[in-house]
């Protein structure tokens, strides 16, 4: 995927707006060729903060002993991790902010977490790579009641438009399902030497002027204009 200069930057602007308490001490616990490492690494660094690099599943000595005497505030993983949060020593979760995205999150595992951090933030965040990392995003306050199931994606993020579509590339109403559509800032260029994919994928938006992405995942809208996640259009 190709990927400008200006999208990157365009979400480390968002980012480190959206997340303050990354100016703090962050954990990065994911191999840096994983582009959650963008949020998780870069948006510290943008902003002053200290980080913590540590595998989750054996960090030593020095960096619990460090985590200790700097707590951390900030941190990005999947929704996978939060399980293993829970039976891992405190220091390892962010006292203030964690991101979760890549996959589904659902309330059961957001309510596990929560119970041994109900003072921190947790942040679905939705997005391909094709669109810069992530794009929506679903912000859960701390002491907000979270009920069972899926958890939103949320509202899309600065410089992002978001559709729900269906094969006519018409809008649904909400709560009927279609495919989701990204455009905005954070589109990628395309694919790398791959025209006729690129074409496929990347194609012209009938609402503004120029692309938009077919992620081929399905989504619905809510009542008060939030995403659900509804799986992928070619299952």
Request: glycine letters at 10%; hydrophobic letters at 40%.
């Amino acid at each position: 995927v190709v990927v400008s200069h200006r999208s990157v930057v365009d979400y480390l602007r968002f980012s480190t707006r959206a997340y303050p308490a990354a100016g703090g001490t962050a954990i990065v616990p994911s191999p840096l060729v994983f582009d959650l490492t963008v949020t998780g690494l870069y948006t510290p660094l943008m902003t002053g903060g200290r980080i913590e690099l540590t595998g989750l599943d054996a960090p030593t000595p020095a960096a619990l002993e460090r985590l200790r005497a700097e707590p951390a505030t900030f941190m990005k993983v999947t929704p996978s991790h939060l399980s293993v949060l829970t039976e891992l020593p405190g220091e390892l979760s962010p006292a203030r902010d964690l991101v979760v995205g890549g996959e589904a999150l659902f309330g059961e595992a957001v309510r596990e977490w929560r119970a041994r951090h109900p003072d921190a933030r947790l942040i679905n965040a939705y997005g391909p790579t094709e669109l810069t990392v992530n794009c929506v995003q679903h912000v859960i306050e701390p002491g907000a009641d979270v009920g069972p199931g899926p958890v939103p994606i949320g509202r899309p993020m600065d410089d992002t438009q978001v559709y729900v579509l269906d094969r006519f590339l018409r809008p649904v109403p909400p709560g009927a399902t279609g495919e989701l559509y990204v455009a905005g800032t954070g589109l990628a260029r395309g694919y790398l030497r791959a025209p006729a994919l690129t074409a496929e994928r990347f194609v012209a938006c009938p609402f503004s002027p120029g692309r938009m992405y077919r992620t081929g995942d399905l989504a619905r809208w809510t009542a008060d204009g939030e995403l659900v996640f509804a799986g992928r259009a070619d299952d």
